[in-house]
């Protein structure tokens, strides 16, 4: 939770602002995963924070939804020319990748259990960038 709360961080993410009643504030949770090497042993725990994109109100906090997916047959077609050139295939795993979505809607967050600021307790966070569960 400390590195994804770094990252986060580093990545200019979120400011803190005063909370104002007519802000539809969006809340978060904490996802926990195992990332598994290729045999099958542990290779680290991962946690990701989300948030409940859910409660995000159309031409409010967000106007159109865009979701990055890649399809089958692209997967297909480069597998296929990997294995007719006899090239070799690795595999990466990019840390935070989501994050470089830059937000132009104001879309306001709780502070993430476990990680509010002492000194602001009652601010919420002004989203810059995009994090998973996102509209």
Known sequence: M????????????WSLVSFHPSMNVVGSRWVYKIKRRYDGSIERYKAYLVTRGFTQ??????????NPVIKQ????????IVVS??????????????????????VYMKQPLGFVDSALPSHVCRLHKSLYGLK
């Open 2 to 13: 400390h590195e994804e709360i770094q990252a986060l961080r580093a990545n200019k993410t």
């Open 57 to 66: 109100q159309k031409d409010i906090d967000y106007s159109k939804t865009f």
């Open 73 to 80: 047959e692209t997967i297909k077609l480069v597998f296929s």
């Open 85 to 106: 050139c006899d090239w070799k295939i690795h595999q990466l795993d990019i840390h935070n990748a989501f994050l470089n979505g830059v937000l132009d809607e104001e």
